[in-house]
């Protein structure tokens, strides 16, 4: 391995990196100069998430950017996105609610081929991440709270929603990985006294804008999954749970008839 290589690795290593090879290489390949090297790993180093350093996170076959202060898409979440897609591939209108950088948005548009795109979220720097990656498939981004973002002329019209929304309990967010709880916004981590705050408002009012036989999916964790088919429920959807044990991924369904 080349000397530099090596330097980086130690380094990382040092800081605790467990996966410092794979750093080191990603780091390399992305920084321009031997100073973009050195304060990409300094960053790395302070405790920086890998992706907040890099500028991008693999999502989904994507190179989705993302920048500091930004939710990073986890891994997990790419089974959403497989389970929307499965269910809906003739879909021609997708909204992405609490959508960060706008990952599962701009990963739905590129394998339904190019429906109408919509996303929203409350947080201003989300918003400017979002419409970078879903520019490349003529995907709005619209700031605001949940539903209130989105133009009333979609409303009864959507084929696919997709809510990737907070679902920590709020006693737990200190608990978090110290890459999440002090880099990332407490608005897309903070789900509520039990998880489900934001969960049961989406529920409420997807009926109103769900097309007839539109879908639901927000992802939840196994703890909760009951009773986050019990709000789907509630709010008249038929709702379902998949469950992927690979991604230690749960995705609650709800089908308007």
């Known amino acids: 391995m080349p000397p530099l290589f090596d330097s980086v690795v130690a380094v990382l290593r040092s800081a605790g990196c467990v996966f410092a090879e794979d750093e080191a ?3 390399l390949s992305t920084a321009g100069t031997p100073a973009d090297i050195a304060t990409m790993v300094d960053r790395r180093v302070a405790g920086l998430p890998l992706e907040h350093v890099l500028g991008w996170a693999g999502f989904h076959g994507l190179r989705i ?7 990073v898409p986890r891994r997990r979440t790419e089974f959403l996105v497989d389970q929307a897609v499965a269910l809906a591939r003739d879909a021609s209108l997708v909204v992405d609610l609490c959508c960060g950088s706008g990952a599962v948005g701009a990963a739905l548009a590129a394998c339904l081929g190019g429906p109408e795109l919509h996303a ?6 989300a918003v400017r991440c979002a419409r970078r990656n879903v520019a490349p498939f003529a995907g709005h981004v619209h ?7 989105l133009p009333d002329t979609l409303r009864g019209r959507i084929d696919v929603l997709v809510a990737n929304v907070p679902y920590v309990p709020t006693d737990e967010v200190g608990l978090l990985p110290a890459e999440a709880r002090d880099h ?3 608005v897309a981590l903070d789900g509520g006294s039990d998880g489900l705050d934001v969960l049961r408002r989406v529920a409420a009012e997807a009926p109103q804008w769900l097309a007839p036989g539109g879908r639901l999916l927000v992802e939840t964790s196994e703890r909760q999954a009951s009773r986050a088919v019990e709000a789907l429920t509630h709010s008249g959807l038929t709702g379902r749970l998949a469950v992927s044990e690979e991604l230690y991924a749960n995705v609650v369904i709800g089908t308007k008839a």
């Open 25 to 27: 290489e990603l780091i």
């Open 65 to 71: 950017a993302v920048e500091p202060g930004v939710f």
């Open 120 to 125: 929203a979220d409350i947080d201003p720097a």
């Open 143 to 149: 700031e605001g709270d949940l539903f209130a973002a």
């Open 184 to 186: 990332e916004p407490l």
